[in-house]
C-alpha cells in the first residue's frame, strides 16, 4: 500500500535531486530519506530510482508516480482541510425530517440559532411523519429525524437501536366549534364527545384518536380525515366536528371559529429528536440536536 507520507518524500527527491536536499526540504535527516524511499519501492515492487554516484534520476515508474503524486496530494490536502471545516463546523451538512407541527414550531427556532452560531453549516428539511421518518433516518437517507409516540404506546422499545434526545411533552387537547355546548368548560371528559362527529388527523393520531375514545367506552364516528392541521381546525370550526390536537399543533395555527378545551384523563405525547450513534459524533447533527433541544425549552 502507498503512503501519503511516502509519496511526500519521493516528491521531494525528484524535486531537489538527493536525498540530502530532500531531507533538509522536509526537515528529516538523510537516512530517514533513504529508509522510506526504500518502503515505498518495496511496497510498489519495482525501483523508482537510479543511483549513479552523486546523480540520481528517476525510473519511468517513478516518473510516473511522482506525475500522480501531486494530485493526489493535492485532494488529501484538499479532504484534511475539508474535514477540518466540518469537524469546526465552518461547514457541513444536516439533512433534517420532521412532522408538520414540528415543522412549524420547533424546527425554525433551533434552525435559526444553528445558523447565527454556524453559519457555515447547511441543513436541509423534509416532512413525514413516524414511523416513516424514522425509517428514513434508519435506511440513511436523513441524519436526524424529529418524532413522536404516545405515552403507554405499545411500540415503546421502536428507538432501542438509536440515540434518543427528549425535547418534550406534548399534550392534547379537544378542538370544538365556538359555539359549541362544551366550548366554555374547564375540563371535558372523552365520553362527554361521544356522540359528535369527528375530524382525525395524521395515521398515527387517529390510531391514537381510536384508541383513547374506545378507553372512554365509545368508538368514534370520523367523518373526516386529514393530516392538514389547519384544513382539521377549519373543518371543527365550521361545525362539522369536534378533534383532538396536539398543543405543539394548535401553536402553529389560530384556531379561528374553534376553541380548545383540556381533556380528562390527559393525553400525551414524548416529542424527541432522533439520530444514529455514529451519527451523534458529528459535530454539525450534535449541534442540530442541541438547538433543538433548547429551541424546546431544555438546555
Same mark, same amino acid.
Given at each position: 500500500?502507498? %503512503?501519503?507520507? +511516502?509519496?511526500?518524500?519521493?516528491?521531494?527527491?525528484?524535486?531537489?535531486?538527493?536525498?540530502?536536499?530532500?531531507?533538509?526540504?522536509? #526537515?528529516?535527516?538523510?537516512?530517514?530519506?533513504?529508509?522510506?524511499?526504500?518502503?515505498?519501492?518495496?511496497?510498489? #515492487?519495482?525501483?523508482?530510482?537510479?543511483?549513479?554516484?552523486?546523480?540520481?534520476? &528517476?525510473?519511468?515508474? #517513478?516518473?510516473?508516480?511522482?506525475?500522480?503524486?501531486?494530485?493526489? &496530494?493535492?485532494?488529501?490536502?484538499?479532504?484534511?482541510?475539508?474535514?477540518?471545516?466540518?469537524?469546526?463546523?465552518?461547514?457541513?451538512?444536516?439533512?433534517? @425530517?420532521?412532522?408538520?407541527?414540528?415543522?412549524?414550531?420547533? @424546527? $425554525?427556532?433551533?434552525?435559526?440559532?444553528?445558523?447565527?452560531? +454556524?453559519?457555515?453549516?447547511?441543513?436541509?428539511?423534509? %416532512?413525514?411523519?413516524?414511523?416513516?421518518?424514522?425509517? /428514513?433516518?434508519?435506511?440513511?437517507?436523513?441524519?436526524?429525524?424529529?418524532?413522536?409516540?404516545?405515552?403507554?404506546?405499545?411500540? *415503546?422499545?421502536?428507538?432501542?437501536?438509536?440515540?434518543?434526545?427528549? &425535547?418534550?411533552?406534548?399534550?392534547?387537547?379537544? &378542538?370544538? $366549534?365556538?359555539? +359549541?355546548?362544551?366550548?366554555?368548560?374547564?375540563?371535558?371528559?372523552?365520553?362527554?364527545?361521544? =356522540?359528535? !362527529?369527528?375530524?382525525?388527523?395524521? $395515521?398515527?393520531?387517529?390510531?391514537?384518536?381510536?384508541? *383513547?375514545?374506545?378507553?372512554?367506552?365509545?368508538?368514534?364516528?370520523? =367523518?373526516?380525515?386529514?393530516?392538514?392541521?389547519?384544513?382539521?381546525?377549519?373543518?371543527?370550526?365550521?361545525?362539522?366536528?369536534?378533534? @383532538?390536537?396536539?398543543?405543539?399543533?394548535?401553536?402553529?395555527?389560530?384556531?379561528? #371559529?374553534?376553541?380548545?378545551?383540556?381533556?380528562?384523563?390527559?393525553?400525551?405525547?414524548?416529542?424527541?429528536?432522533?439520530?444514529? !450513534?455514529? /451519527?451523534?459524533?458529528?459535530?454539525? @447533527?450534535?449541534?442540530?440536536?442541541?438547538?433543538?433541544?433548547?429551541? *424546546?425549552?431544555?438546555?
Amino acid at each position: 500500500m502507498i %503512503e501519503a507520507r +511516502h509519496l511526500r518524500v519521493l516528491r521531494a527527491v525528484a524535486a531537489t535531486g538527493s536525498f540530502s536536499a530532500a531531507g533538509r526540504e522536509l #526537515g528529516c535527516t538523510q537516512p530517514a530519506v533513504s529508509q522510506q524511499m526504500k518502503a515505498l519501492e518495496a511496497s510498489v #515492487g519495482t525501483p523508482l530510482l537510479i543511483r549513479s554516484g552523486r546523480e540520481m534520476r &528517476l525510473t519511468q515508474a #517513478g516518473e510516473a508516480l511522482v506525475r500522480h503524486a501531486t494530485s493526489i &496530494l493535492s485532494g488529501l490536502t484538499a479532504a484534511e482541510e475539508e474535514v477540518a471545516a466540518i469537524a469546526g463546523l465552518r461547514a457541513g451538512r444536516v439533512r433534517l @425530517v420532521s412532522f408538520p407541527s414540528g415543522s412549524s414550531t420547533l @424546527v $425554525p427556532t433551533a434552525l435559526a440559532a444553528l445558523r447565527a452560531a +454556524h453559519p457555515g453549516t447547511r441543513v436541509s428539511l423534509e %416532512e413525514a411523519e413516524p414511523p416513516h421518518s424514522v425509517e /428514513l433516518l434508519r435506511e440513511g437517507d436523513c441524519d436526524v429525524a424529529l418524532a413522536f409516540r404516545y405515552e403507554g404506546a405499545a411500540s *415503546a422499545g421502536e428507538w432501542d437501536d438509536m440515540v434518543v434526545r427528549p &425535547l418534550l411533552t406534548d399534550r392534547l387537547v379537544g &378542538l370544538v $366549534p365556538e359555539g +359549541h355546548r362544551l366550548s366554555r368548560a374547564e375540563s371535558v371528559a372523552l365520553g362527554e364527545l361521544a =356522540d359528535e !362527529p369527528w375530524i382525525a388527523g395524521c $395515521p398515527r393520531c387517529r390510531g391514537q384518536l381510536v384508541e *383513547a375514545c374506545e378507553s372512554a367506552g365509545f368508538t368514534p364516528r370520523i =367523518d373526516f380525515a386529514t393530516d392538514d392541521y389547519p384544513a382539521v381546525v377549519g373543518l371543527v370550526s365550521a361545525g362539522l366536528g369536534v378533534a @383532538v390536537l396536539p398543543q405543539l399543533a394548535i401553536e402553529s395555527v389560530r384556531p379561528r #371559529g374553534a376553541r380548545t378545551v383540556t381533556l380528562e384523563p390527559a393525553v400525551r405525547r414524548e416529542i424527541v429528536a432522533l439520530t444514529l !450513534p455514529d /451519527l451523534a459524533q458529528v459535530p454539525a @447533527v450534535a449541534a442540530t440536536l442541541d438547538q433543538l433541544a433548547r429551541a *424546546a425549552g431544555r438546555t
